[in-house]
């Protein structure tokens, strides 16, 4: 029987997965692994395994390093992707690694849907690119066929007379071949020998063959078939040799490369240097290890290296000017921006993009997105995204919303802390990280309308673009609260503050929503927008007091409405308590444990679960 290995760290999803997958017992058997480790010792000892379905976030290792575990050892397998984790060019790059990407909360059906396909797909692999050149060729001779064989790359198996005419790019060349012998042959420019020797010496090509009429064929090819074979092959290992020394090199470059881009300069320099040892005329490895070192000295050696191989390299030029900036008086290493890769001394803000490198609390304050240099900063968060889309790093998460945070794109900005907050939170060496996130939560909740929407890039919400992840909580003993509220950036922010109080929470982003999450979930307490489209707050209040197995749970108002009638009906309508926009999380918090406080642990749980 086939199995699905499931590897997700949350119990919940398994057994939500497991009771629906149960009817498909016949067909293949869920094995379940909690961590990465578990699921690549489940995959090294069960042979059986035919598809992985993966989350992306995970404690001791995340979904991508599974990926790439997959694709080094078991790169046939199929991999379904189950994750609340959303960020821009996340699917783009899992595309071409993964069978599907789901976004949680998934719907088991569909889940099962895609496992079913992708364990009959499983073993249908193409046989385009499965040939060499040389094994058609020993056919042929041993047939003592006489036609024209057409070596390509292209997708489409067309005559190569019309890649000719539509000047394919993935046109190679053609080999002519008379009872068998290999009597010329065409490859680009090259003609004759040293066309059939490229061709010979071509690997996962698609080779299509037609009639040749050999009666007008002038030949330009005298030696054996044999003999043009073995010195292909020599051919080959000689090319083979060099492109893996090429490689070899390119690697180090990607990887100093990956690793600046990472924020990680020191580890960047080892690899940067060893390339430009090797490639000394490569202005990009100079680019690079210039960005990299952090001695001023090295900086402009690296820089002039570069200007002496590219001087008008506009990237060069701008490198070149932020390292002018740094004049004749840093003579102690100095720290990157990590925004730009401007070096400078310890500053607040760069002196280059003029971003606040979040540095000191009173940061905060200063923020400026008129004098920022918006392109770089857009540069740089696109830098974080792909960063991103192939890691779970905390590093660049804090810097991504610090760039949309200098900015003021509040919304974009609560997106990357709110990833970020789950992982700090557990994790002792993020103290000081955490302390800066909730300095920031509280500065966008206390100093901006919230109830705009949008943050402070103006934009209106698209249906379903920006769907906040639900996190699933196997933690009985939290307190949940529903948040309903239809600006984004006010829901991150409350969001956020109660999961820092130690709060699990449900969204909705209107009315509807709000009575369909009650259906599903009893919260300890209702967040209640007034102001919201297709139900306003206050009938949503009257519907939970009128229902029996609602109206006992709390509710408080929110709202950035400040006149006395909205107050007067606020408290008119049995709500808890009135909360008017912004307001600071403490004082957020404070109100909520009051209220809890007040009607204890377990006066607003469901009567089943209190009987439990």
Known sequence: MKKVLLVDDDQVIHGLINSTLNKYSSIFELVHAFDIKTAEAALERDEGISLVVTDIVMPGGDGFQLLAYLQDRHPDLPCIVITS??????QERLAGKVFQVFKKPVMSQELADAILRGLK????????????????????????????LDVHKSSDHHDISQCIEQNCKEFRGSLFLVQGTIYDAVCGKLVGEEAALKLLSMEGVQVSSCLLDSRNLVRRVHKSNQNLLINAMI?????????????????LLDEGVRLCERLEFTQAQKPLMAFVKENRKNAAGWLWLSRAVTDPKKIKAALAEAHRLEPENPDVLAEVEKARQLGGAAEAKIMRCPFCYAPQEQQPAC?????????????????????????????????????????????????????????????????????????????SRYQKVAEQVGQIVEHIASSQKLDEGGGGAGRPEQAGARRERQLIDNQTDKRTILVVEDSPTTRKVIKMTLQSGGFRVIEAVDGVEALSKLNDDRPDMVLLDIMLPKIDGYKILSILKKNSETKEIPVVMLTSKNRIIDKVKGHLSSASAYLTKPFKPAELISVVNGILDKKGPEASRPAAAQAE
């Open 351 to 427: 002196p280059c993009c003029k971003a606040s490198l979040l540095t000191e609390p009173s940061a905060l304050a200063k923020l400026d997105p008129q004098v920022v240099d918006r392109r770089l900063l857009l540069q740089a968060a696109g830098r974080f995204e792909r960063v991103l889309a192939a890691e779970v790093n905390p590093k660049i998460l804090f810097y991504a919303g610090a760039a949309y945070l200098n900015l003021n794109d509040f919304d974009k900005a609560l997106t990357y802390f709110d990833l970020l907050m789950p992982i700090i939170q557990v994790d």
């Open 235 to 251: 051919q080959k290992d000689h090319q083979c040799e060099e492109d893996e020394v090429q490689n070899q090199q390119q690697r």
């Open 85 to 90: 984790y959303e960020l821009p060019e996340l």
């Open 121 to 148: 797909n499983q073993h249908k692999k193409s046989d385009l690119g499965e040939f060499s050149v040389v094994g058609i060729v020993q056919l042929m001779e041993t047939e003592g066929t006489t036609c024209r």
